[in-house]
């Protein structure tokens, strides 16, 4: 999970944190790949102007069966709790798009002014169509124009499978695409991505709750009129949650409602994939920042099983000059060694030095912009074209080690040890309806 400026606030303070990327859940990529999605709807692969038939034709839309829902508006976020509705960016700057579905959907404006209805599978050709417009099927309009998919049917965009609604926003010369979705149906189509479904049913539960409360807790501080998440590192990867898998259904469905507090609020549940035996405090990526007992890190005696907890990499020099240089040291760089650790071994801070000067670098930001697994170091060293490192873990290691949870999941452990274990002093609640 990680982040973007466009969400300011303290969502944003807190996920510069762990740098942008660790905002949350690792960027790793599951063990298992998911199986592509498959496509529904039209077979034709080209981008064909809809102009469905049967639109206009159609019942008015006060008599319809399965009438549009009321969109929530911009600057509110949505109903409380469990039900919450989630507004997921699933892609900005787009010029042309094609959205297909499986059954029938209703297209409207929000405000309801235009609107219509196509009862069978097919697709629908979006674009911008100047002066501010969206044009969706036969409709145009300078306003947001929502695809509804009325109950059973899925939209398919890019070969993902969505369940809820996609919103296209006309931007200035292009527009972005935005779903509005169940926050249960929205875990659906994180945890696949950000752990495998193959692990045990415990490790997917914790992940459950872990991913549950962190997106409540990011919809606390939302700033973007048009969204809340993104779908991609910034908060967590999401690929659409209507291509179900049975063992994370199962795992989002058993802690429905659940979420994790520290003195009664929600708090930002920080994952990674692999701590290196040993997660750290919040605390040691930003000394400014406060800590809390749940992130202020936690033992893992189950993590070494995976090929992740340690790691050799070799790192070409040019990324290396590229991070220092973007971040104003000048020359060419001679060494990088670490300046400052935790007590865990993992180091905070970087010493770079050029043939102009030196200077002290935040590992977690080096470690974003060179793709470094982990700052968990135990060698760092530059010899030529190249910086050898070599180390323990995978990514920025505040919070739930997912390795460690699946290795406790194997071990027999329940969920809430999980959780208990990665969060201490967290306590495992139920939101009210
Ligand atoms: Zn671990």
């Known amino acids: 999970m990680k982040m973007q400026k466009s969400f300011l606030g303290t969502l944003f303070v807190?996920?510069?944190?762990?740098?942008?990327?660790?905002?949350?859940?690792?960027?790793?990529?599951?063990?298992?790949?998911?199986?592509a999605t498959k496509t529904v709807g039209v077979s034709s692969p080209e981008l064909v102007d809809v102009e469905p038939p049967s639109v206009l034709a159609e019942l008015p839309t006060d008599v319809q069966p399965d009438p549009p829902s009321p969109v929530p508006a911009a600057d509110q976020p949505a109903v409380d709790h469990a039900l919450k509705t989630v507004r997921v960016l699933l892609a900005d700057n787009q010029s042309s798009a094609k959205i297909e579905h499986s059954g029938r959907i209703y297209v409207y404006t929000q405000n309801l002014d235009k609107t219509y209805k196509v009862s069978s599978a097919g697709a629908l050709s979006v674009r911008f169509a100047g002066n501010g417009r969206v044009q969706v099927g036969s409709l145009k309009s300078e306003k947001p124009i929502i695809i509804e998919p009325a109950k059973d049917t899925l939209l398919t965009w890019n070969n993902n499978l969505y369940a809820g609604k996609i919103v296209v926003?006309?931007?200035?010369?292009?527009?972005?695409?935005?779903?509005?979705?169940?926050?249960?149906?929205?875990?659906?189509?994180v945890l696949p991505y950000e752990m495998s479904y193959s692990w045990p049913l415990e490790a997917l539960k914790a992940q459950a709750v872990a991913a549950r409360t962190y997106t409540l807790r990011t919809l606390e501080n939302v700033k973007n009129q048009h969204f809340d998440l993104y779908s991609d590192v910034r908060s967590q990867m999401y690929k659409g949650g209507g291509k179900q898998y049975p063992s994370v259904k199962q795992a989002v469905d058993a802690t429905k409602s659940k979420v994790l507090t520290y003195n009664d609020k929600l708090f930002y549940t920080y994952y990674h994939g692999n701590c290196g035996g040993g997660t750290d405090d919040v605390k040691s990526w930003n000394h400014g920042s406060k800590t809390i007992k749940p992130l202020s890190g936690a033992s893992c005696a189950y993590d070494k099983h995976s090929k992740s907890y340690s790691f050799k990499q070799d790192i070409p020099y040019a990324k290396v000059s590229t991070f220092v240089h973007n971040a104003g040291l000048a020359g060419s760089v001679k060494s990088v060694g670490v300046a400052q650790r935790t007590s865990t071994g993992r180091a905070t801070l970087l010493t770079v030095r050029t043939n102009k000067g030196h200077k002290n670098f935040s590992c977690n930001k080096f470690r974003l912009a060179t793709g470094l697994r982990s700052c968990k170091l135990t060698k760092l060293q530059l010899s030529g074209s190249t910086l050898h490192a070599a180390g323990h873990g995978y990514g920025h290691g505040i919070g739930m080690c997912q390795d460690g949870a699946n290795g406790m999941a194997k071990a027999g452990k329940t969920y809430?040890?999980?959780?208990?274990?990665?969060y201490p002093g967290s306590k495992l609640t139920t939101l009210k309806k």
Request: with cysteine; charged share 10%.
């Open 169 to 189: 926003v006309p931007a200035q010369h292009t527009f972005i695409l935005v779903e509005h979705v169940d926050l249960e149906n929205y875990l659906y189509g």
């Open 416 to 422: 809430e040890q999980i959780l208990a274990n990665y």
């Open 14 to 35: 807190s996920a510069v944190l762990l740098g942008t990327s660790c905002a949350v859940p690792s960027a790793r990529k599951t063990q298992t790949t998911a199986p």
